[in-house]
């Protein structure tokens, strides 16, 4: 009887969700009970867990990750597919369209449509889907390879970008990861690939991509490539292109005005077909569209990317700049997985390193918004004036114009505090259109006010938290403000 | 070495750019009329500005009556103003040449943000900010630009049912951070002093130097608000404001003559406002193309190529207009009989950009791609 009452009252849930969503009014989490806030006065590991693998935690994430201990967590975040995400797909079920189309009719939504939505959703999933490390970890390769939507016709092709490279191998191979990458529309346009070109013995192929390949996606400034290197790379890789909109000299003729915008293809004849040499490994004459395959197996497998890439991911999970003992372990993992992401995470949280670096990390403003959200289990539409106080933050996702993506280190954001306050004030006070909380609800179910600190912190309040609580006229705001909260 | 300093370390830094961007393509040929050229008669019977009526400039050019205003700025040899000014591309679409311009060419981010960014991280909150609803293309990519239309968007102190909020909250908020050891109490400290600066202004204070906005015009507003922050030193590096409308296909009188009214005064207004100030203050004024030579059959004129920039305070050396001007003759004009573009817009910029700043390097990130021919603005 009780099942069956659940049952019905799931499905009424979803229904009433699925209006609530269409009517554009945002949903909130399903809670997990019960709701036993931190009870130890510093971060404990669970906690410290919750500040790096998600965007947050919210009301019992800290009692059911307890109950199932941390390792057995992470284990569970890694297999992002076995985890019921039903909350998130409704949340994002009126923009599944656009997601569903096919690349050449994206190109017939206005060039205005695609980017909004793309940041949309992503903030959606960030708030709501319970694949949080896939999340953070979809976050971190749009950062490493970033492509500005703003850029020609990015506009249409970076949404095919985001599903097929980075949600696709997000958690998947390195490798794939890169090959994928290196074949997207959104990045032949974004670093000129599609004008990477030699047709004459004179025409200079377009170095853009082949240069940040190395020195952005896999080897790093210092990896030990050379100015040679990268022209090399290039030669090797001209000829790919895509069929964009309009012809301008260095795309094909359209096949098929309907289906073939964008599509990805080989042009033999700009094609340097001479021998090669990259990094010291020699690929010979004649190889046409196998090139591309050598040029991603030696930078993929070369030993400065396992360590420029795990240097980069310590910086995410460790600290700004990591301890270089993690840093070899996880590049060491890295090369003998030969770029599986999720062997090298595993061995990330493993580290002694990871453990040890509590609170030394400053939430960049996308994951300070999203961890205010979760924690407050506020219900936001994710519409536009929740991003424009992203926008104010100067972290506006998928808006960083060149290819290095947003920085990770703390330095770069630390102006952004006052809008971090002014944030913190509209979101405690129902003051942002399209997203509520529902304070004196959310506090009962925690407790009470130092269950509800307890909740924001991951720990028990200190005397001067809870002071400063009684004190301001305004202790959810403040705690949201604080310097703590700034901190994961 | 500390990874950041006080904002006080940097009070030197006084410089602000603003830009004031003319949307809807404005046309140069009325905004600075070619008085002497025969030829701008003869395309333009019903819509040329005429001698008589005309501020003359220098016994060639002419500013539009409307633009009185700005001959105090001129004669001090503080207003440059260059011709044939544009981007290289042809397209004649706003929203494509609004977005290259913004871009500095056909890149991603703006070259407003790009600048910024490339300068060592802001000590301010208040670095850049936009007067307008959303961060226009220019700003894309800056570090914590803001976009607001009033100034009392800004404040903590957030009015609740009226009465202003308590002292209580941000009282608290510091002691909060005071207690913290490291660069987060610094970048606390750094924002309550912008804060502080800030709430000292006094919003109903009278403009500088008996200087006079029309209070009932957003752009004139916009200029206000902006030379509140670069007086109250919140560390302002950047800001953008625009003035649009400037689409004249039909009856281009009536369309663009209140706008270059509401242009001159409210530039001179901010110049007056900001007296001495002017000289570590420099405002860009551009638009995304300008206007077909020949007048059309509704009294206005079409998608064209080149139009006018100003470049106005900051050490220009101004009571000048770069040209060249080689004559409005037919078998010159660019494609369907427009004014060529003389001067890339990003040479324009480039000069102003090393005055507020950016060293060699630094230019060729904001414009990639683009061998940059730096106008003698200051020379």
Same mark, same amino acid.
């Given at each position: ?99 569903? /189309? ?110 940040? #390949? ?176 992203? /926008? ?87 705690? #949201? ?8 | ?35 002497? &050229? ?198 302002? &590096?950047?800001?953008?404001? &625009? ?137």
């Amino acid at each position: 009887m009780i099942a069956l009452n659940t049952a019905i009252f799931k499905s009424a849930q979803g229904w009433l969700t699925e209006i609530g969503q269409y009517a554009g009014v945002g949903i909130e989490r399903s809670l997990h009970e019960p709701m036993i806030p931190p009870s130890a006065a510093e971060i404990d590991p669970v906690s410290h867990a919750l500040n790096r693998l998600t965007f947050g935690p919210g009301p019992g994430d800290h009692a059911r990750i307890s109950a199932m201990g941390v390792n057995a967590f992470i284990e569970e975040q890694l297999a992002p597919d076995a985890i019921d995400d039903s909350l998130c797909d409704r949340a994002i079920a009126r923009f599944s369209d656009l997601w569903n /189309e096919p690349l050449g009719e994206q190109y017939d939504e206005d060039p205005e449509t695609l980017p909004p939505v793309l940041r949309r959703v992503t903030l959606l999933r960030a708030i709501y889907s319970e694949r949080q490390l896939f999340e953070v970890m979809c976050e971190f390769w749009s950062d490493h390879f970033n492509i500005d939507p703003t850029k020609g016709d990015c506009r249409w092709t970076k949404p095919t970008d985001d599903v097929r490279v980075i949600r696709t191998h997000a958690l998947g191979n390195f490798r794939d990861m890169l090959r994928a990458s290196a074949l997207s529309p959104a990045m032949l346009w974004y670093l000129d690939g599609r004008a990477n070109v030699k047709r004459t013995p004179d025409e200079k192929p377009n170095e853009n991509y082949a240069r940040e #390949l190395m020195e952005l996606h896999t080897l790093g400034v210092h990896g030990g490539y050379t100015q040679q290197d990268v022209m090399e790379v290039a030669r090797c890789l001209t000829g790919w292109t895509i069929r964009a909109r309009k012809d301008d000299g260095f795309a094909g003729h359209l096949l098929s005005p309907f289906t073939d915008h964008f599509a990805v293809f080989f042009r033999a004849e700009a094609h340097d077909n001479g021998v090669k040499c990259v990094l010291g490994h020699e690929i010979p004459a004649g190889l046409g569209e196998k090139d591309i395959d050598h040029v991603i197996e030696i930078v993929a497998t070369h030993l400065s990317t396992a360590h420029f890439v795990a240097r980069k991911l310590c910086s995410r999970f460790i600290a700004d700049d990591p301890p270089a003992v993690a840093v070899d372990t996880v590049a060491a993992a890295f090369a003998t997985s030969k770029g599986d992401i999720k062997t090298v995470l595993r061995a990330l949280f493993a580290t002694p390193e990871f453990a040890a670096n509590c609170v030394v990390k400053f939430k960049r403003p996308f994951h300070f918004v999203v961890s205010a959200l979760r924690a407050t289990n506020a219900s936001t539409s994710a519409d536009r004036p929740i991003l424009s106080y992203l /926008e104010r933050m100067g972290h506006m996702p998928f808006r960083y114009p060149t290819p290095d993506g947003y920085p990770a280190a703390a330095i770069h954001w630390r102006t952004t505090l006052l809008w971090r306050w002014k944030f913190a004030l509209a979101l405690a006070n129902n003051r942002i259109g399209g997203t509520s909380i529902e304070r004196a609800r959310l506090q009962r179910r925690v407790g009470s006010d130092s269950g509800l600190m307890a909740t924001l912190l991951g720990r028990t309040p200190r005397a001067e938290e809870s002071d400063a609580w009684l004190k301001s006229g305004d202790g959810l705001a403040l705690l #949201l403000a604080s310097p703590a909260f700034q901190r994961c | 070495m500390p990874d950041e300093t006080h904002i006080f370390e940097n009070r030197d830094d006084k410089r602000t750019l603003v830009v004031v961007f003319l949307r809807g393509a404005a046309d140069g040929l009325t905004l600075v009329a070619p008085l002497e &050229d025969d030829n701008y008669h003869r395309f333009r019977p019903r819509l040329a500005v005429r001698e008589d009526e005309a501020v003359a400039l220098d016994g060639f050019f002419g500013l539009h009556p409307n633009l009185v205003a700005l001959v105090p700025a001129w004669k001090d040899g503080d207003l440059c103003i260059i011709h044939g000014a544009g981007g290289e591309s042809d397209t004649r679409s706003h929203f494509e040449a609004q977005e290259l311009m913004e871009h500095g060419g056909p890149t991603a981010g703006g070259w407003l943000g790009r600048f910024l960014r490339g300068k060592k991280p802001a000590q301010s909150p208040l670095s850049a900010v936009a007067l307008s609803p959303t961060l226009p293309e220019l700003l894309s990519g800056a570090p914590a630009a803001a976009a607001f239309e009033s100034l009392a968007e800004f404040s903590l102190s957030e009015r609740r049912g009226g009465s202003r909020r308590s002292a209580d909250f941000p009282r608290e908020l510091r002691r909060l951070y005071e207690l913290e050891s490291d660069a987060l109490r610094d970048a606390a400290r750094n924002t309550f002093d912008a804060f502080a600066r800030f709430e000292a202004i006094d919003p109903n204070a009278r403009p500088g130097n008996a200087a006079s906005y029309d209070e009932r015009d957003s752009f004139a507003h916009g200029l206000r608000q902006v030379a509140q922050l670069i007086k109250a030193d919140v560390g302002l &590096d950047a800001a953008s404001v &625009d003035l649009g409308g400037w689409d004249s296909h039909f009856t281009q009188k009536t369309l663009i003559e209140p706008l270059m009214l509401r242009l001159a005064r409210g530039l001179a207004a901010f110049r007056q406002d900001l007296g001495e100030r002017m000289a570590t203050t420099t405002v860009v004024v551009m638009t995304e193309f300008g206007r077909r030579v020949a007048e059309n059959s509704a009294f206005g004129t079409d998608h064209g190529r080149g139009s006018a920039m100003f470049v106005l305070g900051g050490g220009v050396k101004g009571g000048r207009v770069i040209g060249p001007w080689p004559g409005l003759k037919p078998e010159m004009l660019d494609g369907p009989g427009d004014l060529p573009v003389w001067n890339n817009y990003r040479d324009v910029l480039a000069p102003v950009l090393v005055r507020h700043g950016a060293n060699t390097d630094a230019l060729g990130k904001v414009f990639p791609d683009f061998l940059l021919k730096p106008l003698p603005l200051y020379s």
